[in-house]
């Protein structure tokens, strides 16, 4: 069963139909939001898309909005803090990927411009590609974290089925070097 069609049969009018909706396959600009997916996607490994979503805005404040900046210069202090949070998942593995990923960002920024012009300077790339590039400079990004990222995100293609109410809005909203996906 695809996303969409779970969303049409079992999940209206759950935390999933908003996400759906309104961001899963859209293209996302901002970085620290970009950011905000990642980590999100790495939180969920090993556990079920609908605890993330129901726990994505007590994430939002206890990772201070995922401000890039400021997880980037997260203490031993603010680790074991989030370790005590139990509105977010508290994995220190999961927690330690993502201050080492925001560093990694700001790294690319540094560099490129943006996380965003990164990735957009990517393309095309086939998924295994993405994965071996995320491996080499993030952490707690295997190929399902990176897959589903990147169709979460509007980056590879599948994020929802041609015949979903929503799949021709996000075709409204990529960038022309996406049309081809």
């Known amino acids: 069963m695809s996303y969409c069609d779970f969303i049409l049969t079992k999940g209206k009018n759950t935390v ?13 600009k901002d970085d620290d939001l970009l950011f905000a997916r990642l980590v999100l996607e790495i939180n969920q490994a090993g556990l079920s898309w609908d605890t993330i979503l129901k726990k994505k805005d007590n994430f939002f404040k206890a990772f201070d909005g995922f401000k890039i900046e400021k997880v ?11 370790l005590l949070d139990a509105g977010i998942i508290r994995n220190r593995l999961k927690i330690e990927a993502a ?9 690319i920024q ?8 990164w990735l957009d300077g990517q393309h095309p790339k086939t998924k295994e590609e993405w994965v071996k590039i995320f491996k080499k400079n993030f952490r ?3 190929g399902e974290i990176v897959n589903e990222f ?10 929802h089925d041609e015949s979903c109410p929503v799949y021709k809005n996000v075709l409204k909203k990529k960038p022309k070097w996406a049309e081809k996906l």
């Open 16 to 28: 999933h139909q908003y996400y759906h909706d309104h961001e899963y396959g859209f293209p996302v």
């Open 72 to 82: 980037s210069g997260y203490t031993e202090r603010k680790i074991n803090k989030l």
């Open 99 to 107: 201050i080492y990923n925001a560093r990694a960002i700001k790294s």
């Open 110 to 117: 540094k560099e490129f411009g943006s996380f965003k012009n």
């Open 140 to 142: 707690f990004t295997g």
């Open 150 to 159: 990147l169709l979460s995100t509007g980056y590879l293609p599948g994020a």
